[in-house]
């Protein structure tokens, strides 16, 4: 009887999804859109970061023509951080914790604006924020020519989207993070049904891309605790991941105990920074060391001195993410 009403339910589902016209998919996705993007009000703050952030403040067109907003702090370090923000997170917010991660991570950062949020360009979509990634992810390798083998792509939440698009068609990439990351953006409010009837509005659809991903290290972060994007996405998108990478060791999921969307850096500051840290001297490094020396333990130093290291990144106030 169970499998007679799950192959009854499949079929209406399906029914169902045929039966919508062409015009109600428009109107539906375009409300799937708007609910997924909602951009901080507060123009004056942008201006003010771009005024006192002139050296660092950059603009690049996207394919669509629109003007995206980059933040970009070159240390001269060996690898580079692209971050892909929130949703309801941007530039002139979170400023201050890209510097701490920058510092603490020894890592070049680099961040933007999705079109329609801060000083970028355009309406907020799907479509844009792929292109708008691209057009970031350009700006490195061209104009800063940063070699995509010393850049790790970082997506939270929402930016988990762009991250995992960009990811999946950049084999040579260091690495990457993943933090809070969805399956789609309608199955994290709905079951996942829900998400295979309207697949075709659905957007940021990571569950059918991260499959793509097999040659270069991945970590996944999520708070078990996570009511606006279940935990059970990031594991979803762990095992997806571990079952068709070239290496499964080099995929790995950090599950924060007891942590929901936006408190992990609050609550777990000191253990979250040092597994950042940790995973980029033991996954990414060790994985470059590999590939040109073709020797995974040559030039790498497992040990560290815990204490030593981190005694003094602990009086850091790092910032409380918006979303």
């Not at 936006?262 to 470059?288: F, P, Q, T």
Request: aromatic share 10%; glycine share 6%.
């Amino acid at each position: 009887m169970q499998a007679l009403n799950s192959v009854i339910q499949k079929v209406s589902q399906i029914c169902f999804s045929f039966s919508l016209t062409p015009a109600a998919y428009y109107v539906m996705g375009n409300i799937v859109e708007s609910l997924a993007f909602i951009p901080p009000d507060r123009m004056e703050a942008h201006h003010r970061m771009k005024n006192e952030n002139a050296s660092n403040f950059h603009s690049v067109k996207n394919a669509l023509g629109n003007s995206v907003a980059i933040l970009w702090f070159n240390f001269d370090a060996e690898y580079t951080i692209l971050y892909s923000h929130g949703n309801a997170e941007d530039l002139a917010g979170s400023k201050t914790t890209f510097l701490e991660m920058a510092t603490f991570l020894e890592c070049n950062y680099c961040a933007y604006d999705y079109s329609g949020y801060g000083l970028s360009e355009g309406q907020c979509s799907e479509k844009a924020a792929f292109a708008d990634v691209e057009s970031v992810f350009k700006f490195l390798t061209v104009d800063q020519q940063i070699p995509a083998n010393k850049i790790i792509v970082f997506g939270r939440s929402l930016g988990s989207g762009p991250t995992v698009h960009l990811a999946s068609t950049q084999p040579n990439l260091a690495g990457m993070i993943l933090q809070s990351p969805l399956r789609s953006a309608i199955k994290t409010q709905m079951p996942d049904w829900v998400g295979v009837v309207f697949k075709k509005i659905d957007i940021f659809r990571n569950e059918d891309k991260i499959g793509r991903i097999k040659t270069f290290p991945a970590l996944i972060i999520h708070g078990t605790t996570d009511a606006v994007v279940p935990y059970s996405h990031g594991k979803h998108l762990y095992d997806t991941m571990h079952k068709s990478h070239a290496d499964p060791s080099q995929v790995e999921l950090y599950s924060v105990d007891g942590c929901g969307h936006n408190d992990i850096e609050y609550r777990k500051g000191r253990d979250y920074r040092k597994h950042l840290k940790h995973w980029i001297r033991r996954a990414v490094m060790r994985n470059s060391t590999a590939t040109n020396e073709d020797d995974a333990g040559f030039g790498y130093e497992e040990d560290i001195d815990d204490e030593k290291l981190y005694a003094e990144q602990d009086k850091m106030a790092f910032a409380h993410p918006n979303n």
